[in-house]
């Protein structure tokens, strides 16, 4: 069983347009939440994260949405740029005490492709 | 700065070998992981240290696999009587402490014949 899902393999945007990334959770347990970018033959790149706190978290063209009550969280980017084109990952943890509070359960990831 | 370093990039070996991947983690970071990951899939978490004790092992697949952080910096992953099944891209991550962002390496891509 999934905990952290993301239904999209695959989106493709215009250039300068928004792209809107999705990711459910199912562990009502966890309490933070990160994105990350990869490339090819790279490692994860670190993002953006936001804490169960908060519903909003902002840097630059990227923003984080959270709604707990759904357990969905969302990642914008506005303007997309063709450097955007990657598979984006969607990460939880249990931030609190206990076994489990540092280990990442990733979703399987949505291909991000943003045409010229 | 210098990121999280894996080493060998790729590993090309036989069932049955003995592997070992290094990992060299951001300098100043007390918290260590390794992950899994196999093609289509996100990362899967195997081990998490915190200084030179591995914390969290509960993501090892079987006893095969073993990991070790002896100074509290470099760690080593080491899997024994390798298996096909065993071939994917392993990844460290490094972090200042625990619940902050992971940041991780390129990853070693081994391939079991």
């Known amino acids: 069983d999934q905990q952290v899902k993301q239904n999209s393999p695959s989106l493709s945007v215009q250039e300068g347009r928004i792209s809107i990334l999705n990711c459910d959770y199912t562990?009502?347990?966890?309490?933070?939440f990160l994105w990350y970018k990869k490339y090819p033959a790279e490692g994860p790149t670190f993002l953006i994260s936001?804490?169960?706190?908060?519903d909003k978290n902002e840097d630059g063209r990227f923003t984080v949405f959270l709604n707990k009550s759904a357990k969905h969280l969302s990642l914008h980017i506005v303007p997309s740029q063709p450097g955007d084109s990657a598979v984006y990952f969607c990460?939880?943890?249990?931030?609190?005490?206990?076994?489990?509070?540092?280990?990442?359960?990733f979703g399987k990831g949505t291909k991000l492709s943003v045409i010229p | 700065g210098a990121g999280v370093s894996q080493t060998p990039s790729n590993k090309v070996t036989e069932k049955g070998k003995y592997v070992e991947l290094r990992c060299d983690p951001i300098?100043?970071?007390?918290?260590l992981y390794w992950y899994r990951q196999s093609l289509g899939q996100g990362p899967e978490f195997l081990i998490y240290?915190?200084?030179?004790?591995?914390?969290?092992d509960s993501g090892l697949p079987n006893d095969r696999f073993f990991a070790v952080r002896p100074e509290g910096s470099v760690s080593t992953l080491k899997i024994q009587r390798t298996e096909r099944g065993d071939s994917a891209v392993y990844l460290c991550?490094?972090?200042?402490?625990?619940?902050?962002?992971?940041?991780f390496g390129d990853g070693t891509r081994l391939s079991i014949l």
């Open positions: 562990n009502s347990m966890f309490d933070y």
């Open positions: 990460a939880a943890s249990g931030s609190g005490s206990g076994a489990g509070s540092y280990q990442l359960t």
């Open positions: 300098s100043g970071h007390t918290a």
């Open positions: 240290f915190q200084g030179t004790g591995a914390a969290d």
């Open positions: 936001i804490s169960s706190i908060k």
């Open positions: 991550a490094s972090s200042p402490g625990p619940n902050q962002p992971q940041h």
